[in-house]
């Protein structure tokens, strides 16, 4: 039985779409629908925020609001550090997928000589930096940031000075840069990538599990494969974004999908990567029940947080 703590980081500010620093409180609603007292029972820890900038125009085109993305990454990093020493294991239950890379330094803070590896459930790739990023939306570069990946051979953005200055300061945050290599590196689910991120997946031959391998395969069959990949990590982090599974269920989220995984499917890969002892932190992301009907995705989500949680406390 694992020592849980949960980590609330209710950040929206990487995100395109508004309403993902509602998602924690939406699940929170879901298992008080199901009478569940896992809130209760499990200590948790609110990482403060910057959605104040939200009420400003972003002074960084190609990186919106990043100098509150960085002051995030420092705190959160922070917080799942110290978890991590007190020999807890940290669930992060974020707004937007921008805050992933400051958990990703929060890890190699507590454990600097450790080989990490990211298994990365999500749609998208985020893999993007200032410099390829079509958007400008941060959600879309915490992988970018952990890699230390400019990707400056597909560059098509100029960003300014100050954009450049912080964005080196992220990919430094925790004093280790980089923090995971493309070896250690899983995708799973991944199917909505800009020609930008198929150049680095096909460059550096990122391992990828798609959607018809997981049906194909069966989750048993892919959660094995994708820790065998890792098998030469001493830790593992699982960040799972709500958007992998199929934009007929996740209604609920800023950038939903079609072709995507199922809710069994997601609550069962979850819950079989969490039983490898490897696994040392486990993270739910863009939850936006702005989106969505009778908080349909904010239910499905709980779900698979409770599965994931009676691996960790059985």
């Known amino acids: 039985m694992r020592n849980l703590k949960f980590i609330e980081v209710k950040s929206e500010i990487g995100a395109g779409t508004r309403g993902a620093s509602m998602g924690v409180d939406a699940i929170k609603i879901a298992a008080l629908d199901y009478g569940s007292n896992m809130f209760k029972q499990i200590d948790s820890v609110e990482v403060k925020v910057e959605n104040q900038l939200l009420f400003e125009p972003p ?8 100098g509150g993305i960085l002051s995030i990454y420092e705190r959160l990093a922070s917080q799942v550090a110290q978890t991590l020493k007190k020999n807890q294991f940290p669930i992060i239950l974020a707004g937007d997928h921008s805050t992933a ?3 990703i330094a929060g890890i190699k803070m507590a454990n600097p000589k450790s080989k990490l590896g990211v298994i990365w459930i999500d749609a998208h790739a985020d893999i993007h930096s200032p410099y390829t990023s079509p958007s400008g939306n941060m959600h879309g570069m915490p992988l970018a940031v952990s890699l230390n990946e400019d990707n400056m051979a597909n560059k098509m953005n100029k960003p300014d000075k100050d954009t450049i200055d912080m964005w080196n300061k992220l990919k430094k945050v925790g004093g280790i840069c980089p923090k995971i290599t493309y ?11 800009e020609p930008e991120e198929t150049f680095l997946l096909k460059k550096h031959k990122i391992k990828t ?4 391998e997981v049906k194909r395969n069966g989750v048993e069959k892919i959660a094995r494969d994708a820790l065998a990949h890792l098998s030469s990590c001493n830790l593992i982090y699982v960040s799972f974004d709500v958007d992998s599974m199929d934009s007929s269920i996740s209604k609920g989220t800023g950038t939903p999908v079609r072709n995507g995984i199922t809710e069994k499917e997601a609550g069962s890969l979850c819950a079989r990567l969490i039983q490898n002892e490897k696994v040392c932190c486990f993270e ?7 989106l969505d009907k009778e908080n349909l995705m904010a239910e499905n989500t709980f779900e698979i947080l409770q599965k994931v949680v009676s691996q960790l406390t059985f």
């Open 284 to 290: 739910i992301c863009e939850v936006n029940p702005t």
């Open 209 to 212: 599990f798609t959607t018809a």
């Open 101 to 103: 890379g400051g958990t």
């Open 59 to 66: 002074k960084t085109q190609y990186a919106k609001r990043i």
């Open 183 to 193: 070896n250690d590196l899983v995708y799973i689910g991944v199917r909505d990538v």
